[in-house]
């Protein structure tokens, strides 16, 4: 579920990027898709640590 909101967000990114969107709008894209990132390794470490 994690990695599609990764995978959903680099494609918004990449489109406003594309379409030439103001610079704030794609550092709150670009800040919510690293809120994801962080998440996933959190996780993925959490499944990690019980082994």
Known sequence: MKTNKLIIGKKILCNAINM???KEIIIKISQKIDKYI???HSNSNKKDDRY
């Open 20 to 22: 030439n969107i103001s």
């Open 38 to 40: 962080l998440e996933y």
